[in-house]
């Protein structure tokens, strides 16, 4: 059982692995370009780009209505943008619903999880996609909670068991739960929105592991969040939105929080602390 | 068949234990569920487990209704070590005994700051000691490693502009006010040697010296089973040799420093071009699965730390060198050419041949150097190694 555990993220390692080899010329796995949205006289996005690569964690930040929420909408097929082009791995596609979004690879995992509460851990990951004995037969409940917790090992989160309800879950353990439940597709992409808001700091650290080993596997991982700390921690890029457009773009290795900041803030000229001036 | 019933419950036990120990805490329920036992059975070894004084059980509430927590039973007096690194910080909480109850990492942004970094880590460890069902008030000392050197006096970095945003704040009385206990700083390649040298790789030798490579490249000196700081602790600080005459001024203000050579930076900047911006977590793995590129980065640091390394072997005469940190979990790749080095370098003697090995306790040398920190400073740790000729190197 142990040789065999992490079959279905092998499959990820390589492709990650085969892009990497051109990583000098290497094409993101998801390209955002020129996108549009408008909603009456509210300009939500104007023209934004954004490249995503696997095995890359892009954090999107901006104030309240920056329109972070919006291209995350449209990345994962819930809004239709008013014009630009998404490509996935250099195909330009359009994403016209949640389910054509799984099928091109990219899930998402709204603040609010959507999990059911009464439904124990393994059915709500495998929710809506049960395994079956047979294409019409009864639920294969014993591969669903094997599946379950081999998908929970290979994460190494902290969920003492796939048989207990998610009501009994903490906060943490449940964004562990709907990531998990994201992965039974094998996306390529994966939108975490505010994954760590309202969480503990232990929960926090678990949540940011999570994004690191997301990582690990080969996935795209676009991470929205208002902690400018927690984004940094984990995040690879920095994207910077600002009423609608893109207002900077950051390398979270060497990037000053200072600089993150006045772009958010839409500051023309940045204070730097004096050791930062190079 | 009796017996393959007795190795049967030997098993579940084993497995309840080690259940109990990864989450820290658990209810019955809970733990029937996480082993796949009944709960019949996990109530049994449960109490079998509490007679011999294994694990602890004592009421808590979950969900509004009243269960049973099972902890592991630890001796009285908790200690927590952390290490604060440039990226992660982490935290290992133990008993007086060594036990580990519960072990955590958190991610840390690039140039974390003092106020933000401590204030998450009193929070983790308020957090920790909760999660194995133990109040504030077990909690008797923390240890805290820091990339940098340290005034253990003091517990303030002792050398300006090394760990940006932490100059001048008095690491220990900060957290000392927030938990009320004492708390020890020390350097983190210190602690690591203290760990190898009394629980890990050095420890059948008086004199021994770990190297630790990670984002920056440091040493701990140990001479007679004793940690050697030096007065201001920057005994064993080779990341801040001069390898490179016409190099890099680095962080410290000299020029051409080993960290501005091999620190990662440096590393990630000599891929860029090839293989896209990288992090220290993706070269370890890269060199390991044995990409070409990152192999010769590793090898090539190996080398020159292992240059530095036999300058400070002369200069002590170790009976072994450890190498730990991130970097060293690539095996022979960083460890085949630092040997080397340090083999062509340093004259041998009839003695003791030096030993250039792997930390034994691998990531885990520096919080578990900084646990022994805390219980030798609040003395709940009377075991010491003090016999100096008791260990002759065989052969």
Redesign the interface.
């Known amino acids: 059982m142990t040789t065999h555990q992490g079959d279905w993220t092998m499959a990820l390692d390589e492709e990650a ?1 085969m892009t ?1 080899e051109n ?2 010329t ?1 094409q993101p796995v998801l390209a955002v370009r020129q996108v549009t949205k408008r909603f009456g006289a509210v300009e939500a996005l104007i023209g934004v780009d954004l490249d995503v ?1 696997a ?1 890359e964690v892009v954090a999107l930040v901006g104030d309240n209505g920056a329109g972070k929420s919006t291209l995350a909408k449209i990345v994962s097929g819930v809004l239709q943008p008013d014009s630009g082009q998404v490509r996935i791995a250099g195909e330009p596609v359009t994403i016209g619903s949640p389910a054509a979004a799984h099928a091109l690879g990219v899930s998402t995992v709204f603040q609010d999880l959507a999990l059911c509460e009464n439904l124990s851990v393994a059915a709500n990951i495998f929710l809506g996609r049960e395994l079956r004995v047979s294409a019409s037969g009864p639920m294969d409940l014993a591969r669903m909670e094997l599946e379950s917790t081999k998908i929970l090992r290979d994460l190494t989160v ?1 969920v ?2 796939v ?2 309800p998610v ?2 879950l903490s906060a943490g353990q449940r964004q562990a739960v709907a990531i998990a439940r994201t992965l039974t597709t094998r996306p390529r992409i994966l939108v975490l929105d505010e994954p760590t808001a309202a969480l ?3 929960q ?3 949540v ?2 999570l994004v ?1 080993r997301l990582r ?1 596997m080969g996935l795209g991982v676009i991470l929205i969040s208002h902690n ?2 927690d ?4 995040a ?1 890029r920095i994207e910077v939105l600002r009423h609608g457009r893109n207002a900077g773009s950051f ?7 200072e600089e993150i900041i006045a772009a958010i803030a839409g500051a023309t000229r940045v204070a730097m602390p004096s ?1 930062a001036r190079r | 068949m009796a017996g393959s019933q007795t190795a049967l419950r030997e098993a579940n036990r084993a497995t309840v234990l080690d ?1 109990i120990r ?2 820290g805490g ?1 209810t019955q329920v ?2 029937a ?2 082993t796949s036992l009944s709960a019949a059975t996990v109530s049994s070894i449960v109490r079998e487990l509490q007679g011999a004084g294994a694990v602890d059980v004592r009421t808590t509430v ?2 509004g209704r009243r269960a049973l927590l099972v902890t592991v039973l630890h001796r009285t007096g908790l200690v927590v070590g952390v290490r604060i690194g440039t ?1 992660h910080m982490a935290m290992t909480l133990a008993d007086s005994a060594q036990e580990v109850l519960v072990e ?9 700051r003092a106020d ?1 970094s401590l204030d ?1 880590a009193a ?2 460890i308020v ?2 000691l909760e ?1 194995v069902g133990s109040s504030p008030e077990e909690l008797l000392g923390i240890g805290i490693g820091v990339p940098a050197p340290v005034d253990v006096a003091t517990g303030t970095i002792s050398v300006p ?1 090394i760990l ?1 945003g932490w100059d001048d704040v008095p690491v220990g009385e900060v957290m000392s006010r927030r938990l009320g206990v004492p708390v020890f700083v020390d350097n983190d390649a210190n602690l690591g040697a203290l760990a190898e040298s009394r629980l890990g790789a050095a420890r059948h030798f008086q004199d021994s010296v770990y190297v630790r490579v990670s984002h920056g490249t440091g040493a701990g000196v140990v001479l007679g089973h004793q940690l050697h700081r030096g007065f201001a602790g920057t005994a064993g600080e080779i990341g801040h040799v001069q390898v490179d005459a016409s190099g890099a001024v680095c962080l410290c203000g000299s020029r051409g420093c080993l960290n501005t050579v091999v620190g990662v ?1 440096a590393l ?1 900047d000599v891929l860029r ?5 990288l ?1 220290l ?2 070269i370890v ?2 060199a390991s ?1 044995g990409d070409p590129g990152c192999r010769q980065v590793v090898e090539d640091a190996g080398a020159t730390i292992g240059g530095v390394v036999a300058a400070l072997a002369i200069s002590v005469n170790p009976q072994c060198v450890v190498v730990g940190g991130e970097l060293a979990e690539t095996g022979e790749t960083l460890l085949a050419p630092l040997r080397e080095a340090i083999r062509r370098r340093v004259p041998l003697n009839h003695i003791a041949p030096l030993e250039v090995v792997g930390a034994e306790l691998g990531a885990r040398a520096e919080v578990m150097g900084a646990v022994l920190l805390a219980l030798e400073g609040t003395t709940l740790l009377t075991h010491r190694v003090d016999h100096p000729d008791r260990d002759r190197v065989p052969g």
């Open positions: 692995r990497g990583a000098g290497r690569h095995g902290g003492p068991s048989l207990a009501r009994d503990s700091v232990v926090t650290a678990e940011l592991m690191e690990a400018l700390a984004l940094r921690s984990v690879d390398d979270a290795a060497t990037a000053a929080p050791w | 259940t990864r989450y658990l809970e733990l569920a996480a979950r969900n990226r955590q990492t958190l991610p840390l942004p690039h140039e974390h933000t998450r929070l983790l957090e920790l999660r502009g940006r930076p990630i071009a090839s293989r896209g911006p992090s977590r993706d793995t890269l699965e």
